[in-house]
């Protein structure tokens, strides 16, 4: 089962090598993996999709939280939160095949952002899943080329934190 | 800004942070990216730095250090290839946990990445063998980083931290400031037990009828040893030992049952298998001990007290984990419970395993043996010696033959198995201790991985024993391929190629013995223990094709263990 993971880490030189480090070096897989600025310049937020048992999520999570770089490590999975992923994914299509692909990209509320006559880009956000749902209707118009972000997730509701929750104390 | 202070060099901050941390020996070698921190060193005077002859061997003596003194151990050696030389002392003490802080010189900042002249990105390279580790891009940032090293290295589980030093870095200057505390928002290491936890744990432990106490290394590193000798004695339960966890608990009391695992007592092995509460402390259930994890104290309640989360139901489920310092727990669990009574029928049980299965060799016939020597090591030193082993068959006869009073007393490569870790480790433990016999003790083999150590220990007139078990062979490899594989001796027989021992220590400028005689060793051994001023070596030779036993086969259960050679080969 697929489990994400949503993990603050120091905004510092090699914090996101060592989570990748420690992945690989502990032989656990990664579906995907994405890191960027949060509203605190100095921590990054990683979300990190991967897969694995009850114990091996508890046992992820041991891991991640054991490095010194990560700050707050959490199990999203169960829990209420939005999830989203962006794909760039360009197409081909034949004389006419272009209506349909319009027809799906308008169900999948998906942007075009580049056309020629031969290709054309498609931007898709949504959960995951819609991203895979895309990918197979296109796939037998031939996809050329694709780029997935991975995921991103947030907790939903009301998140109340304390103002200086993770300051760094000298 | 306090414009008050003086600015001072890196080099300077350098020394003086090692000195804010209580720092007396540093184990190093030099090179280009590391000479102007020697050029200070030339000066100064609190600490020690001991020159090795190798990086490899700086960092093993360290680790040495670090274990039996319980301070952190640190290295300084130079970028590229003193940095790469490191690579396995880091490997090692991570595997074991032992506190080091390792100092690399790194190339200027803005040559960093350009394939610089002895450029190694030694970070990236120790990312997955260190606890944490730094490069520090700016002087200011410097005293914290060693701060915080140090504070990573020798709190909650410990382990080796590295600081990449870039030659800029030490040259440039700014106002040296002390930090006096740390705090990392990322690191808590959890210390205290879980109060309902400990009471749930002294009631298990109350009702058990078969308790047994599997104790690790952590106990050691905690400190912990009086307290887990009053809760195993005050409440009648034995203990059996990981390799690591050796001299935690008395070796000659009658509660103790030896190591346990692969090559553990049969006894210990029983009772794992066969009890009906566990109690786990500063121990890691690693595949050695364990075996077949599915087969593992099947029967028994699980309690598992360690530092370190993720250690807990890593290999082996627990029923009831305690996080945090061994120390503490133990205190906390001896208010709640130290009255349990002597479970006699157990008792029985443990001394009926004892007698239908007890460590024994065949007395010397007329061939030497390395169980023997140990022995007779272990009582002309009354269990009261530091024995630094190597890896190999004599490590394992070690750990079961030498009897271990003390904790900090038994050193030796558990987790990654070292080879050539003895004699330099040895070196370390000469630092640290005065007063107690230092015997390190190799294969023929692992002698020949860091015996350029021997020249340090020549120098500073270090009263180590220098004992080589030589049995011509990689014996440990040897006993698999003749039990697991087909008896192909595939380039484990040195026979040919081993040098002469004697003629080695000799040139080093240390006295050298050699015997094969069983009736010579008493003597000798008086001999070499009388020598406290300087080191001594001697060769012991050894049966050449002598097997460790019990033994359990890889991956197979502990209750299943082979105590006799398999191979119709007619050999005793
Ligand atoms: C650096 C290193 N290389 C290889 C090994 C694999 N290995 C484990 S035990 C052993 C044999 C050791 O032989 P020796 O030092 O003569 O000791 P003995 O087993 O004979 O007591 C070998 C080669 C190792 N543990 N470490």
């Known amino acids: 089962m697929k489990h994400t993971i949503s993990v603050l880490v120091e905004n510092t030189f090699g914090a996101f090598d060592r989570v990748a480090t420690m992945f690989s070096a502990k032989g656990f897989n990664i579906h995907s993996i994405s890191i960027g600025e949060t509203e605190q310049k100095d921590i990054s937020r990683m979300t990190i999709v991967t897969s694995g048992d009850k114990q091996l999520i508890d046992q992820i999570v041991k891991q991640l939280n054991r490095l010194i770089d990560t700050i707050k490590v959490s199990e999203l999975t169960g829990q209420a939160r939005t999830e989203r992923e962006l794909a760039l994914i360009t197409v081909s299509f034949h004389k006419g095949g272009i209506e349909e692909i319009k027809n799906i990209n308008d169900i999948f509320r998906g942007k075009i952002v580049d056309i020629n006559n031969k290709t054309m880009m498609l931007e898709v956000t949504g959960p995951p899943e819609k991203i895979d749902a895309i990918i197979n209707v296109l796939m037998p118009f031939g996809i050329i080329e694709m780029a997935r972000s991975g995921t991103v997730a947030l907790k939903r509701g009301e998140q109340i934190r304390p103002k200086n929750e993770y300051v760094n104390k000298k | 800004m306090n414009t008050k202070k003086k600015t001072m060099t890196g080099a300077d901050i350098f020394f003086e942070s090692l000195r804010k941390e209580g720092v007396e020996k540093i184990f190093g070698y030099p090179g280009g990216a590391t000479i102007k921190l020697y050029e200070k060193l030339y000066d100064v005077k609190f600490l020690e730095h001991i020159l090795t002859r190798h990086e490899q061997g700086a960092t093993h003596a360290a680790d040495g250090y670090a274990r039996v003194s319980g301070k952190v151990g640190v290295v300084l050696v130079t970028s590229g290839p003193g940095a790469t030389n490191t690579v396995t002392g880091i490997a090692n003490a991570y595997m074991d946990s032992v506190p080091l802080v390792i100092f690399t010189g790194q190339v200027p900042s803005h040559l960093i990445g350009n394939d610089a002249f002895q450029e190694a990105d030694i970070v990236g390279i120790t990312r997955p063998i260190t606890k944490h580790n730094f490069l520090v891009r700016d002087v200011k940032d410097l005293a914290s980083t060693i701060k915080k090293a140090f504070y990573i290295a020798a709190t909650g589980r410990p382990g080796p931290v590295l600081v990449d030093l870039p030659k800029d870095v030490i040259a440039a200057e700014c106002e040296f400031e002390y930090p006096e505390t740390v705090e990392i928002r990322g690191y808590k290491p959890t210390l205290k037990g879980h109060s309902n936890q400990i009471k749930k744990a002294a009631e298990v432990i109350r009702n058990a009828k078969r308790p047994l106490l599997y104790v690790g290394g952590g106990v050691i590193m905690a400190n912990a040893s009086k307290e887990l000798t009053e809760f195993a004695k005050k409440n009648n339960i034995p203990v059996t030992n990981t390799l690591l966890g050796l001299g935690s608990f008395p070796g000659t009391d009658p509660q103790f049952l030896g190591m346990l695992g692969m090559h553990g007592t049969y006894y210990a092995n029983q009772a794992v298998s066969n009890c009906d509460v566990l109690i786990a402390v500063g121990a890691r259930f690693d595949d050695r001990v364990t075996g077949n994890t599915k087969t593992f104290a099947k029967e028994a309640y699980k309690i598992h007290i360690d530092i370190d989360p993720t250690a807990i139901d890593k290999n082996v489920a627990i029923d009831?984990?305690?996080?945090?310092?061994?120390?503490?727990?133990?205190?906390e669990l001896l208010k709640e419970l130290s009255d349990k009574p002597r479970e006699e029928a157990w008792f029985k049980q443990i001394e009926d395993w004892k007698d239908a299965c007890p460590l024994e060799y065949k007395r010397?016939?007329?061939?030497?043996?390395?169980?023997?020597?140990?022995?007779?090591?272990?009582?002309?030193?009354?269990?009261?010696a530091i024995i630094i082993s190597d890896v190999g068959q004599h490590q394992m006869w070690i750990a079961q033959y030498y009897k271990f009073n003390n904790p900090r007393s038994h050193v030796s490569s558990g987790g990654l198995g070292t080879m050539g870790f003895s004699i330099p480790a040895a070196v370390g433990v000469a630092f640290a201790i005065k007063d107690r016999p230092i015997v390190s003790i190799s294969?023929?083999?692992?002698?020949?991985?860091?015996?350029?150590?021997?020249?340090?220990?020549?120098?500073?007139?270090?009263?180590?024993k220098f004992f080589i078990m030589n049995n011509c062979f990689l014996g440990m490899v040897r006993q698999w391929q003749e039990l697991f594989h087909e008896e192909k001796y595939s380039f484990t027989d040195l026979c040919d190629s081993n040098?002469?021992?004697t003629k080695i220590g000799t040139a080093l400028g240390i006295e050298s013995f050699s015997t094969y005689n069983p009736d010579e060793v008493e003597e000798l051994l008086d001999k070499v223990f009388a020598i406290n001023d300087r080191p001594v070596l001697v060769e012991f030779k050894v049966a050449k094709e002598d097997l460790v036993f019990p033994m359990v086969p890889s991956g197979g259960s502990i209750s299943d263990m082979i105590h006799k050679r398999i191979n119709p080969k007619g050999k005793k």
Do not use: W
């Open chain 2, 320 to 331: 009831l984990p305690i996080v945090g310092n061994a120390k503490e727990i133990l205190t």
């Open chain 2, 443 to 464: 294969g023929d083999g692992g002698f020949q991985m860091n015996m350029q150590e021997l020249i340090t220990a020549a120098y500073h007139k270090l009263p180590i």
């Open chain 2, 364 to 384: 010397p016939d007329n061939e030497l043996r390395t169980q023997f020597v140990i022995e007779k090591i272990s009582e002309k030193t009354k269990g009261e």
């Open chain 2, 499 to 501: 040098p002469i021992f």
